[in-house]
């Protein structure tokens, strides 16, 4: 079973770079950048669980990653499934923002993420209140099947305005999101605290020691006053880049 998961790994986030040496503030950085993704994740109803969480570089430019994996393959989200889905994305960034209070450049695969989900809501969706139910993007690709073939650029059939419009709305859910997970994430500061701690000392968790550090364990009650998280019976990636990353 490990080495399957080691295949998993290689393949979905490239191979480890232990050679790629972080200075202390780097790694600190790089170690609640991921949390973030995975408290996050840990936190919000649909989401797929955590299986790992890592500060050991891989890939081109994968300062530290977190795996996500589904146990079923998803062709149908909610709106709240979606927004939830951007609020895992924006997990890390908003953990820099509430603990170093500044933004680096660890996290541009989840800002084109975010914003292609949430122009996807707005312009193939109608997901959005102020331009309605109205499909205004041809392109049938769609982030829930990502390796779809990429077609041609499709000429847009409405105006400048419109065109304002739709921007502004992606501004305006990707803000949303981010202030969402700030609240998130503030409200869980101590245990974000400990669990970066913990990731600086062993570079790496799994599920298992994940739910052991936050005190969660499978069939506790998710709506309990008293469990900051839900296990759930439910692979993607997040991951800290590197300026040099395409």
Not at 82 to 106: P, Q
Not at 146 to 174: K, L, W
């Amino acid at each position: 079973m490990d080495d399957f998961n080691n295949a998993v790994e290689r393949i979905v986030a490239g191979l480890e770079k232990r050679n790629r040496f972080l200075n202390p503030k780097e790694r600190e950085v790089v170690a609640y950048h991921e949390m973030g993704h995975a408290l996050a994740a840990m936190a919000l109803p649909g989401s797929d669980t955590v299986h790992k969480v890592s500060i050991i570089p891989r890939g081109i430019g994968a300062l530290g990653y977190t795996i996500q994996r589904p146990t079923e393959d998803r062709f149908l989200m909610t709106r709240e499934e979606v927004e939830n889905k951007m609020a895992v994305l924006l997990g890390g960034r908003a953990a820099e923002k509430i603990v170093f209070d500044h933004l680096s450049t660890g996290a541009p695969n989840d800002l084109a993420k975010v914003a292609a989900i949430a122009r996807t809501m707005i312009m193939r969706y109608g997901m959005s209140e102020k331009l309605g139910h109205v499909a205004l993007e041809k392109d049938q690709r769609s982030f829930l099947t990502p390796n779809q073939m990429a077609a041609y650029p499709q000429p847009r059939d409405y105006g400048e305005a419109t065109a304002d419009a739709i921007d502004g709305e992606v501004r305006a859910i990707i803000d949303g999101a981010f202030e969402r997970t700030i609240r998130l994430l503030k409200e869980r500061r101590d245990l974000l605290e400990r669990t970066a701690r913990r990731l600086l000392e062993k570079e790496t968790l799994d599920e298992a020691e994940l739910s052991a550090l936050i005190g969660t364990k499978e069939g506790d009650d998710p709506d309990s006053a008293n469990q900051p998280f839900k296990t759930l019976k439910r692979a993607s990636t997040s991951s800290t880049a590197s300026p040099r990353s395409p």
